[in-house]
């Protein structure tokens, strides 16, 4: 399996941007409470989440679709906050995978050595 990893301040937004999907992961779970079809919303959420912390970049380009998805439904409903809130994730998520770069593996010395 490939490893990734992010200079300082790519690390910093994948954190910010980690946050944010927890906080939404956790208002689908509330949610998921009240009616169980949210149930999916937090699966997804909670998904996405993962996705991010262990830097995978299909994780990245989802959260690009539907943030993008959400900013034409909430300017379309004319709620500005969803807007500016899903506008920051594609910020942050276009940045991160812009500077995520995979790592070498290090040849095993005992394997050149034989």
Do not use: W
């Amino acid at each position: 399996m490939k490893k990734f990893a992010l200079p300082p301040r790519a690390s910093l937004a994948n954190n910010i941007l980690i946050l944010l999907l927890s906080i939404s992961a956790l208002m689908s779970l509330l949610m998921a409470l009240s009616n169980p079809i949210f149930s999916i919303g937090f699966i997804i959420a909670f998904a996405l989440t993962v996705g991010v912390f262990i830097k995978h970049p299909a994780a990245y380009a989802t959260i690009m679709i539907v943030s993008f998805i959400g900013i034409a439904l909430a300017l379309k409903n004319t709620n500005i906050i969803d807007a500016i809130i899903d506008a920051l994730c594609v910020g942050l998520a276009l940045y991160i995978r812009s500077n995520l770069y995979v790592l070498k593996e290090q040849p095993d010395e005992n394997f050149h050595a034989q």
